[in-house]
């Protein structure tokens, strides 16, 4: 997927300097980057929700049931 970030120009001079020395594109660095940032917090998302309706008094399936009626 393609997106805009405003990368500051003394991070894109050392991108580019990286890019050649390595000899992969300036966007294979940045993903790179991306990926060495976001996999250590991969397993942390799972459990973002766990628990989150241990306290609420309605069955979770019974309340499912209950809001999906309402399209109906």
């Given at each position: 997927m393609r997106t805009l970030v405003d990368i500051p120009e003394e991070h894109l001079a050392i991108l580019n300097q990286l890019s050649q020395s390595q000899?992969?594109?300036?966007?294979?660095?940045?993903?790179?980057?991306?990926?060495?940032?976001?996999?250590?917090h991969e397993s942390e998302?799972?459990?973002?929700?766990?628990?989150?309706?241990?306290?609420?008094?309605e069955d979770g399936l019974a309340y499912q049931e209950r809001i999906r009626a309402e399209w109906e």
């Open positions: 000899k992969v594109s300036r966007a294979e660095l940045v993903r790179r980057a991306v990926a060495s940032y976001v996999q250590p998302a799972p459990l973002f929700g766990f628990g989150l309706w241990k306290d609420f008094p």
